[in-house]
């Protein structure tokens, strides 16, 4: 089996050649960084502008790379929601368009399940799993028991933690995508110079909070004399904000783990997805954390991990395999909640 997945959910342009062997033939991803870095974020005008200028290109070039034709192909998956609507339009579009023309199966991609199943396509996780998945936009705990079989579990009452870490790089004015740029700056900074809060540490349950600790950072760089922000501060800072989030979400799993755990004994494994599990400090945290209570950590790699094709065609490949594929009518969806995911 044989599928190519196109993402265009945010600001990367992605196509990837898939197989049911597990092997990435072809994985292209084309970066808006350079279009968006004026901006502070993602404007999601010029984001849908790039993704229709550059998408044909990207899937002819993954076709180059895997030395395969559109003949080849047994299915084309397509992130169909939930993201910035006017790049999941192209995306979606371009791949029914495909679709129609070769006659080939269409699979409309939830980006989520993308991101949940990629641990499957990298390290053949076994059903079910605690699946952590923290991102700009998302940040919850799901029960994993198949493609399209989701339990909620927890998720932040307010912010995404990706969404923080955005936030607090353009305060200490790091730059974007404030991710890398914050986990960058720590590593030359000081993480007990500033005492942040860990919000919700301690509670009962898996819900997370993202705003106060924000709010910590912003009072932090006002307390600075004169206001002033050298890089030893913004280091200091940036690795201070780093250490409490890897605390909150290291309390937030234990509670995870124990619930998951007690519903699904044989199920020992926990897999962190998201662009926020590139992060190498929460990476080591967590995997400490599991190694405790015996519990496998699996975190794919981090191109894996960031927004990509090759998740997308993944994800084609189990929902293919049940024969789980959507009609050329359907509607691409700005919201979309994985644990509301119709089979």
């Known amino acids: 089996m044989i599928v190519l997945g196109i993402e265009t959910s945010c600001d990367e342009t992605a196509a990837a050649i898939v197989t049911g062997e597990r092997r990435v033939l072809g994985n292209v991803i084309y970066s808006q960084l350079d279009e968006h870095k004026a901006f502070g974020g993602v404007v999601p005008e010029i984001a849908a502008r790039a993704h229709l200028d550059i998408v044909e290109d990207v899937i002819r070039r993954t076709f180059a790379e895997a030395d395969l034709t559109v003949g080849d192909l047994d299915g084309i998956a397509a992130t169909a929601g939930p993201g910035l609507i006017g790049g999941v339009i192209v995306g979606a579009m371009t791949a029914k368009a495909m679709a129609a023309t070769r006659n080939l199966p269409f699979i409309a991609v939830n980006h989520l399940e993308g991101h949940a199943l990629t641990a499957r396509l990298t390290d053949n996780v076994a059903f079910p799993y605690l699946l952590l998945l923290v991102s700009g936009g998302h940040c919850q705990f799901l029960s994993v028991d ?198």
């Open 146 to 343: 198949g493609p399209g079989r989701y339990t909620l579990m927890g998720g932040t009452v307010d912010d995404a933690v990706g969404e923080a870490f955005d936030k607090c790089a353009k305060m200490m004015g790091l730059g974007f995508p404030g991710g890398p740029a914050v986990e960058a700056a720590a590593r030359a900074g000081d993480a007990k110079r500033f005492a942040f809060p860990r919000p919700m540490k301690g509670r009962a349950g898996c819900d997370m909070s993202f705003s106060g600790l924000k709010t910590s950072v912003r009072q932090a760089i006002l307390d600075l004399p004169g206001q002033s922000l050298s890089g030893s501060d913004a280091a200091d800072i940036a690795a201070s904000f780093q250490a409490a989030v890897a605390d909150v979400l290291a309390d937030r799993c234990a509670h995870a783990i124990a619930e998951f755990d007690e519903k699904h004994p044989d199920g020992k494994t926990l897999v962190v997805a998201g662009g926020v599990a590139a992060n190498a400090a929460l990476r080591e945290k967590l995997t400490g954390l599991c190694a405790l209570v015996g519990f496998r950590c699996v975190v794919p790699p981090p191109a894996l991990c960031t927004d990509n094709g090759a998740m997308i065609a993944w994800a084609g490949i189990e929902r293919l395999r049940l024969g789980l594929t959507n009609g050329l009518d359907f509607a691409p969806r700005p919201r979309w909640p994985l644990a509301e995911l119709e089979k």
